[in-house]
């Protein structure tokens, strides 16, 4: 089907967040970016401006919400008022990371839920729809009045194993932590593979605080986790694994921040390889020879081309179907 017969046009933007990777998507889509751009006055202040006609058009914003946390959302939240203001016929959030997923509860008196007052932010500033991927809680869909749609990276890091031949019963995938299994599970279902965890102390996370629920034994490993933020957890989890006997430790993490040293202590943990996704255009200062970067392009690529064609979803989501 035509974009005449559609009776709109597919856009699609890219913001400052990480402009590698929406070209990789405008290229899986079939689209050039659309043009805009964006300035910050010298007191902070940001300015938008879309310099193409949007009217009657269904448009996709690429931004991410990762560091500069604050300055991707307000980037995000001023284009999607210039785009309703510009007569858009849609306006879909694609992004790859939600910043302030973690704070999606109050876990302490007088916390505030700050997860759920981004998403309101999202939604009464024009937003039509949000594509993302792997939300820390798939529960943060329901922050939403829209439409969510929630990929998920672990058919990623199936392909990626697969093509290395980490499969069957000499690899354990683990989880660093207790609230991580159920990512795990996925991973080791899609890989033949046994399960294990590492469980670490939430006071305190040094290896003396921490045990292995599972048998790792000349196994080898592969971690994995949601977001790589300070490093310490798969430290952590490497150190330990190691002194259970595993054979080989490797990790996978969907988002990589590498905030603070991050880099400097994942390189001193005995990781054979780190991989992450693209999903986060990562800091000059991470240098990690044993790094590797799976791109997240066609799956989010493909995820827009069915919304603006009303193709379902699922595929996307279903086991062993990359299609």
């Known amino acids: ?107 302490k008196p007088r916390e505030p839920i700050t997860a759920k007052l981004v998403a309101d932010l999202i939604e009464k500033a024009g937003a039509t729809r949000l594509l993302t991927l792997d939300l820390h809680t798939v529960q943060l869909q329901g922050f939403f009045d829209i439409p969510v749609d929630n990929l998920f990276t672990m058919p990623l890091f199936e392909e ?56 790792v034994e000349n196994k080898t490993c592969i971690v994995v986790d949601d977001i790589i933020n300070t490093g310490h957890t798969l430290a952590v989890a490497a150190n330990v694994l190691k002194e259970a006997g595993a054979k080989d430790v490797y990790a996978c993490a969907s988002h990589g921040l590498f905030n603070g040293d991050a880099a400097s202590i994942l390189a001193e943990a005995p990781f054979e390889k780190i991989c992450v996704t693209d999903s986060i255009k990562l800091p000059e200062t991470v240098n990690l020879p044993n790094l590797e970067i799976i791109t997240c392009s066609r799956l989010m690529g493909d995820a827009v081309n069915r919304i603006y064609k009303n193709i379902a979803m699922s595929p996307l989501f279903g086991y062993h179907n990359k299609s």
């Not at 899986?28 to 938008?48: R, T, Y």
């Not at 660093?176 to 590492?198: C, E, F, H, Q, T």
Request: net charge negative; aromatic share 6%.
């Open 1 to 107: 089907m035509t974009q005449s017969e559609l009776g709109s046009q597919l856009k699609l933007f890219s913001l400052s967040s990480n402009q590698e990777l929406a070209e990789k998507i405008a290229s899986v889509v079939g689209v050039p970016l659309g043009k805009c751009s964006v300035k910050q006055f010298s007191d902070g202040e940001l300015q938008i401006n879309i310099e193409e006609s949007v009217r009657g058009d269904e448009v996709y914003i690429v931004q991410g919400t990762s560091y500069p946390v604050n300055d991707n959302l307000l980037e995000l939240l001023i284009m999607i008022d210039a785009l309703k203001r510009a007569s858009a016929k849609t306006i879909n959030i694609v992004m790859p990371y939600f910043g302030y997923a973690r704070q999606d509860r109050t876990a």
């Open 160 to 215: 990626h194993y697969l093509a290395k031949d980490l499969m069957g019963e000499n690899i354990v995938v683990v989880s660093p932590k207790n609230s991580g299994v159920g990512r795990a599970r996925v991973l080791a279902k899609y890989l033949d593979a046994s399960l294990a965890i590492v469980d670490q102390c939430s006071n305190d996370e040094s290896e003396r605080e921490s045990y292995v629920i599972g048998n």
